[in-house]
């Protein structure tokens, strides 16, 4: 049986269909009644989820739909009653209108939940929970399950910033065991410390990468493996090395990372290797349990 199984993974590799059997174990675990959180994030953890059920897989991780079916449609419900009270609060303190950016109406909701959002509070301020929340918009029609998603990963920051000592400290070792020309330039031109990693890492580097390649990592991330945001940026340096090494200054640095924004296929090669040496340090291995967001 599992010469037959090792046969069909390399033929459906030959034939350019690699992952077909993967998309047929996660709909399968999808239709488990009630649905095994711990098995759908070793999936999330070890392969890239399929764009069809996307949704699906997101929203059960993330706390925001139950494991229970019927539980569903009540919990959504209220998810639903909580979005429209909000919506309408703000509309009627007039903070937000038809003309404000979902992206900024979502950050207010937040605010407003959180009783975050005194008078005088700018809501068009930068913020991790609007960068978040404006990638998730670029992946999903749903706005309020959009705004659940957003609440739930922007948990996944707060850990981050939580954690930022240990990411920034192995950041650096890893750098310098991965690429120890690039550390030991970066440091001599006083750049290595000088990296935005707080800001990169809370906001999952929405805004660095694009959006069809940033959405693979964010898989791992709804999985709860954090850590990989360690390596992309490990990735990040290593593909655009020669440029890098020209770079002399904070601001130079900063202009050459900026620049793949635009750059897809850049982009591509940076998440394949980032996964690639994440799963080489056994990142694969980890499986949060505790991190695993149930809803019954």
Known sequence: MADERNFRSTYYEKVGCRGVEERKSLEILLKEKPLNLTKLTQFCIRFTVPKIHRTVLWNSLLGVTPVYDKSRDYVMEQRVAVYNDLLKALKTMRIVDENTPTSRVLYAMWLLE???????????QESHFCNITKVLLE???????????????????????????????????????EENGLFIHLKSCDMLTALPLSEWYRS???????EPALIRIWDK?????????????????????????RCVDQKSLFECIDSIKNEQETADMIVNG???????????EYIPQSKVKSLS
């Not at 999952?204 to 694009?210: C, D, K, P, R, Y």
């Not at 709804?222 to 490990?234: D, H």
């Open 114 to 124: 959180k009783r975050q959002l005194y008078l005088g509070r700018d809501i068009t």
């Open 221 to 245: 991330i709804c999985g709860g493996a954090i850590k990989i945001v360690v390596f992309v940026m490990i990735q990040i340096l290593r593909i655009l090395r020669r440029r890098v090494l």
């Open 139 to 177: 992946i999903f029609d749903n706005d309020v399950e959009t705004y659940w998603m957003a609440k739930s990963l922007y948990d996944y920051s707060e850990e981050v910033s939580l954690e930022m000592g240990k990411l920034s400290d192995l950041t650096y070792t890893m750098l310098e065991k």
């Open 204 to 210: 999952f580097f929405a805004g660095v990468l694009s």
């Open 274 to 284: 980032a996964i690639e040496l994440w799963q080489q340090n056994k990142g694969h």
